[in-house]
C-alpha cells in the first residue's frame, strides 16, 4: 500500500495555516523461475520434492532458534514498570482456512451485498468442534455444512460468527461450510480509518444514486488492514492465506475485476452477468478485492501473461502513460530478485473516491484516481506514477508471495516496496535520481522521529493502523538500502532471492530475513538487525576535523548527540571515508564508530583537500558535518553523489563569499535537474555570469520544473526583453509548468498582455492551469472573470483546490460588492457541508470562508463577523474527518 492523500494534506493543511514544522538538525546532511506445485499443503505452502523434504527439520530447527538483543537492567531500578509493556502477537491459528469461494451482487440503492461464501477449513492443529470467523455487520441467513440443508448452531456479535459444527474434527479432517449472508458496510453507528487508510467501510458504493453527473457509479473494495471481513466472512489476519473463487453478478454495462483469471462471464437473462475469477494460489484474505465499473480496458502482455490497465473511458488513450513502463518493470524486478513475477496476471485499476494511494491486491492493483491524466499532464509528474506502480508490484514479490505475520512486522511489506522506488529510479534515470528520492524520504522519516520514534518491528503499537508510518515505510527502505551497502550488491540480491525461495507463500518475521542473509554472506548480521530493525531511533552525528602539520596526520572526530527514551546511546557504524588530496586523487578508508565519542587519525602526506565522512552517503542519519568554504567548494567539484554536491550547497547556503557564489553559477550547468533548480533558487539574476544562464535554461532545460523556474525568474527581473522568450512558454502542447509559469512572469511585465492571453486557456480542461489564472483574475479583479470561477468551482480538486478557493476569495473581496462576497459564501458554504466531495475541497472551502470573515473583521463589520463565525461553527459540527476537525480549530482564532 502507498498512501499518498493524508501526508499531502497535511503538508498543504501546513501551509495555508502558517503552521511552521518541527524540523531537524542541520544536515550537510534470465530470471530464475519457481518451481511449479502441483498441490498446495492446508498452511498454504507449495509441497516440495523428496530432497527439499529432507532438510526440513534442520530448517525448521533453525528457524526456530533466534537471537534476541541483549536486555541491560536498570542498575538502580529507576523508570521500570510493574507490567509488562504492550505486545501485539502474531494471530494465533484455530483453523487453516485453504479456499474460499464467493458468490455476490449488489444493491445499489441500499448500498448492501448479498453472498454466499463456501470456505474449506480444517483444523490447525487441535481438534475442535467450532469456527470462529471474522464476519463484520452482516445479516447471516444461513449456515450448513456444503450439500447438507440442516442449519448449524452459531454465535454472532456483528463482529466474529461462531459456529458450532455439531461433531469434533481434527487436523486430518477438511469441512467445507457455507454461508448466506448480507453485508451492510455503510449501515454502522461509527466507522474506523487513520491517516493511511482513511475509512475501514472494506466495501464501497460510490456515487450509488447517480446523483453525481461528474462522477462514475462504482463498486471498489479496500481490504488492509482487517477490512474484507465487512463483505465476506474469513480469518481476515495477515498471517492467514487461501486459494480463492469470485462469483461476480453485475448489471450488464460494468466491468469487474478480481484476483486471479477470468475463466468465464455468463450473460444472464435480467440484464446482468456473471463474471468467475479464480486465484489458484495462496495468499491472505486481506489482498482479496473486487472493482466494479465501467471501464475501457487497455491491454497488454508480458511473458505470456495478460496486463490489463482499466481506466475511465475518456482516458483510454493514455492508458499506458497512466501506469508507465509496467511491462519493463515486471521484466526489471524478474530478473534483479532472480524469481520471475509468480502470479497468474497483473492488472491495474483506478477508482474514485479511494480511501488511501494505491493497494498491491494480488494481481489485480487498486490506485486512487491522482494517478488518472493526460499525457501532457504528466509531463510535469511522470516519476509519481512510475514510483507507484513500481511500490505495488514489488509488493507483489513481499506482501502477497511472502507476506508479514503481523502487522508489528509490516515493514517486511512495506519497507521493501518502499525500497522497490529506489532501485527502479536507479535502473531508469541513474543514481542521481535515486538518491535524490532516498534523501526526501529520509528526510520524511526523520521529520516524524522527533522524539526517537519507535523501533521498526514495533510489537507495542496502540493501533495496527499506526503502523502505516514513516517507519515502516521510509525507515524499512532506507534499512534496506544501508543493508545492501553492508553486505554488496551480490551479496544483497542474492539473499533476497533465497529469502523468497525459502518463503514464497508464506508469512515471515524479521528474523527469517536475518536468516536468509547470514545463509549467503556468513556474516552474524544480529548486531545489524537488533539496531536497525529492532532498535528505535537513528544516529545523530557532529563531524569535526582536524590537520597535525608535524606528525602529517589528518583526523575526523564523529560524535553521536542522539537522545530519546528507546534510542540506543551508540550505534555501531561501519563507514567509508573518502580522503581526496588537492588534485582531487582519492583514497579510501574504513571505520567503524563503536564510541560516543571516536576520533580516528589518517597518514597524509599533506594536509587532506577534503576529508568525506560517509562516503557513499547510505547512512540514515541526522548530522552537522563541519568544512570550510574551500572544501565545502571541492566536495561540489570532485566527490561523486548527488548528496555530496546537495550537502555541499547546503553547507554554503549562508555562505556570501565570492568562491560561494561562483559554486551556485556553477550549480546551473549541473548534470542533476536538482541541482540545477536548487542553483536558480541561489542565484543572484543581477549577476550578467547568472542571467544568462538563467535565461538559457529558460528556453531549452529539459526538465520542466526546472525550465519554470528559470521563467519565473526572469519575470522577477522586470525587463521586457525577456517577453519573446517568455511567450514562448504559452505556446504548443508544453508541460503546464511552463505555461502556468509563462503567464506568471507575463503578468509581471505587462499584465494586460497576461490578461489576453490567459483568455485562451480558460478552456483547458485541467486543473493544472487553475491556479495561475485565479491568480491572475485576483490580482487583476474583474466582474467579466467571475464565470471563470463558477465554472471552475464544481469540479477543481486536490492541490489546485487550495490556490483555486484562496484566490476566489480574494477575487470577492476586492471587488467588494457585499451581494456578490454572500453569494460566494453560499457557494463555498455548499462545499464544505458536502461531506461526499473531497477533504481538499472542503478544507480549501472553509478556509476562504475563514478568510472572509477576517476581511469583515478588518473592515469593521461585527455582524458579518458573527454570521460566519457561526457558518464556520456549523462546519466543523458536522464535519466526520477528525483531521479537518483539527485544522478548522485553527480558524476559531482572530
Not at 472494506?202 to 463498486?219: C, H, M, S, T, V
Request: with cysteine; net charge negative; glycine share 6%.
Amino acid at each position: 500500500m502507498r498512501n499518498l492523500l493524508m501526508p499531502a494534506l497535511i503538508a498543504i493543511f501546513a501551509i495555508y495555516t502558517a503552521c511552521t514544522p518541527k524540523t531537524g538538525s542541520s544536515t550537510a546532511a534470465t530470471p530464475v523461475n519457481p518451481d511449479e506445485p502441483a498441490v498446495w499443503d492446508s498452511m498454504g505452502k507449495p509441497l516440495v520434492g523428496e530432497e527439499e523434504m529432507e532438510e526440513a527439520p534442520d530448517e525448521a530447527l533453525e528457524y526456530a532458534i533466534t537471537d534476541a538483543a541483549d536486555v541491560m537492567p536498570d542498575d538502580e531500578g529507576e523508570g521500570m514498570s510493574d507490567t509488562l509493556p504492550p505486545y501485539n502477537p502474531s494471530h494465533t491459528f484455530e483453523h487453516d482456512l485453504i479456499h474460499t469461494k464467493i458468490e455476490i451482487s449488489f444493491d445499489w440503492a441500499q448500498k448492501r451485498a448479498n453472498g454466499k461464501a463456501t470456505l474449506t477449513l480444517r483444523p490447525w492443529f487441535y481438534a475442535t468442534d467450532k469456527v470462529t470467523l471474522d464476519a463484520k455487520n452482516f445479516d447471516i441467513k444461513s449456515v450448513t455444512f456444503e450439500g447438507k440443508s440442516e442449519q448449524l448452531k452459531y454465535d454472532y456479535d456483528n463482529e466474529q460468527l461462531i459456529v458450532h459444527l455439531g461433531k469434533t474434527f481434527t487436523r486430518n479432517d477438511e469441512f467445507k461450510l457455507v454461508i448466506s449472508y448480507t453485508a451492510k458496510p455503510d449501515e454502522r453507528e461509527s466507522f474506523g480509518g487513520s491517516a493511511a487508510i482513511t475509512q475501514d467501510k472494506g466495501l464501497y458504493f460510490i456515487n450509488a444514486e447517480g446523483a453525481d453527473p461528474d462522477k462514475p457509479r462504482q463498486i471498489w473494495t479496500q481490504g488492509e488492514t482487517e477490512s474484507n471481513s465487512f463483505w465476506f466472512p474469513t480469518v481476515d489476519k495477515p498471517n492467514e492465506r487461501c486459494t480463492q473463487e469470485m462469483y461476480i453478478t453485475v448489471d450488464d454495462k460494468y466491468k469487474t475485476l478480481s484476483n486471479g483469471v477470468l475463466v468465464s462471464s455468463k450473460k444472464n437473462a435480467d440484464g446482468t452477468h456473471t463474471d468467475y475469477w479464480k486465484m489458484d494460489k495462496p495468499h491472505a484474505p486481506y489482498l482479496f478485492m473486487m472493482a466494479i465499473g465501467e471501464y475501457a480496458v487497455v491491454k497488454d502482455k508480458w511473458r505470456g501473461i495478460d496486463v490489463d490497465y482499466y481506466v475511465e473511458p475518456k482516458y483510454e488513450a493514455y492508458a499506458r502513460d497512466i501506469y508507465p513502463y509496467t511491462t519493463e518493470m515486471l521484466e526489471f524486478f524478474s530478473q534483479k530478485l532472480g524469481y520471475q513475477y509468480p502470479w497468474s496476471k497483473f492488472s491495474q485499476v483506478v477508482v474514485r473516491d479511494y480511501v488511501s494511494g494505491a493497494m498491491e491486491n494480488t494481481t489485480a492493483v487498486i490506485f486512487g484516481e491522482f494517478m488518472q491524466k493526460t499525457k501532457r499532464e504528466l509531463l510535469d509528474d511522470h516519476l509519481t506514477n512510475e514510483k507507484v506502480v513500481a511500490h505495488e508490484m514489488f509488493h507483489h514479490w513481499f506482501g502477497d508471495l511472502v507476506t508479514t505475520e503481523s502487522w508489528a512486522n509490516l515493514t517486511l511489506n512495506e519497507g521493501f516496496a518502499n525500497y522497490s522506488e529506489y532501485l527502479w529510479l536507479e535502473h531508469k534515470y541513474g543514481r542521481d535520481e535515486a538518491d535524490f528520492h532516498e534523501m526526501q524520504e529520509q528526510q520524511g522519516y526523520i521529520f516524524s522521529a522527533g522524539d526517537g520514534g519507535h523501533p521498526l518491528i514495533n510489537f507495542g503499537y496502540a493501533e495496527r493502523e499506526s503502523m502505516f508510518d514513516a517507519h515502516s515505510y521510509n525507515k524499512g527502505g532506507a534499512t534496506l538500502n544501508m543493508l545492501r551497502q553492508q553486505v554488496g550488491d551480490e551479496a544483497f540480491f542474492a539473499s533476497l532471492q533465497r529469502y523468497l525461495k525459502k518463503n514464497e507463500f508464506s508469512d515471515v518475521e524479521a528474523h527469517e530475513l536475518r536468516l536468509a542473509f547470514e545463509d549467503v554472506t556468513g556474516q552474524d548480521l544480529n548486531w545489524f538487525f537488533n539496531q536497525w530493525f529492532f532498535g528505535a531511533g537513528h544516529p545523530d552525528l557532529d563531524i569535526t576535523y582536524d590537520w597535525d602539520e608535524a606528525a602529517h596526520q589528518a583526523s575526523v572526530t564523529i560524535e553521536q548527540k542522539q537522545s530519546g527514551k528507546e534510542v540506543a546511546h551508540v550505534f555501531d557504524l561501519p563507514l567509508n571515508v573518502d580522503i581526496y588530496d588537492a588534485d582531487g586523487k582519492v583514497r579510501r578508508e574504513n571505520i567503524r564508530v563503536t564510541k560516543r565519542k571516536q576520533t580516528f587519525t589518517f597518514d597524509a602526506a599533506a594536509k587532506p583537500a577534503l576529508i568525506n565522512t560517509d562516503a557513499d552517503k547510505a547512512l540514515l542519519c541526522e548530522k552537522s558535518d563541519h568544512h570550510t568554504t574551500e572544501e565545502w567548494a571541492f566536495m561540489y567539484r570532485n566527490a561523486p553523489r548527488f548528496r555530496d554536491r546537495y550537502e555541499a550547497m547546503e553547507g554554503l547556503k549562508k555562505d556570501k563569499s565570492e568562491l560561494a557564489k561562483q559554486v551556485n553559477i556553477d550549480a546551473l550547468q549541473d548534470k542533476f535537474w536538482v541541482m540545477r533548480q536548487k542553483a536558480l533558487n541561489r542565484v543572484d539574476p543581477s549577476d550578467p555570469a547568472a542571467l544568462a544562464a538563467i535565461a538559457k535554461i529558460a528556453e531549452s532545460d529539459p526538465e520542466p520544473s526546472v525550465r519554470a523556474t528559470a521563467i519565473e525568474a526572469l519575470g522577477e527581473t522586470g525587463d521586457k526583453q525577456y517577453i519573446p522568450l517568455i511567450t514562448k512558454g504559452l505556446s504548443g502542447e508544453q508541460a503546464y509548468s511552463i505555461v502556468s509559469a509563462s503567464l506568471s512572469a507575463l503578468t509581471k511585465l505587462d499584465p494586460k498582455a497576461a490578461v489576453d492571453a490567459s483568455k485562451g486557456l480558460e478552456n483547458d480542461d485541467s486543473d493544472a492551469l487553475t491556479g495561475t489564472l485565479s491568480e491572475l483574475y485576483a490580482q487583476h479583479p474583474d466582474r467579466a472573470n467571475l464565470s471563470f470561477f463558477e465554472k471552475r468551482m464544481g469540479k477543481v480538486d486536490y492541490m489546485a483546490a487550495f490556490s483555486f478557493f484562496d484566490n476566489y476569495q480574494k477575487f470577492l473581496t476586492a471587488i467588494g460588492d457585499p451581494a456578490l462576497i454572500d453569494q460566494g459564501v453560499d457557494n463555498l458554504k455548499a462545499i464544505s457541508f458536502n461531506l461526499g466531495t473531497s477533504q481538499f475541497r472542503r478544507f480549501a472551502a472553509t478556509k476562504a470562508i475563514a478568510d472572509i470573515r477576517n476581511y469583515y473583521r478588518e473592515n469593521g463589520n461585527d455582524a458579518k463577523v458573527e454570521t460566519l463565525q457561526g457558518v464556520l461553527a456549523e462546519i466543523k459540527e458536522k464535519e466526520t474527518d477528525s483531521t479537518l476537525k483539527l485544522y478548522y480549530n485553527m480558524f476559531d482564532t482572530p
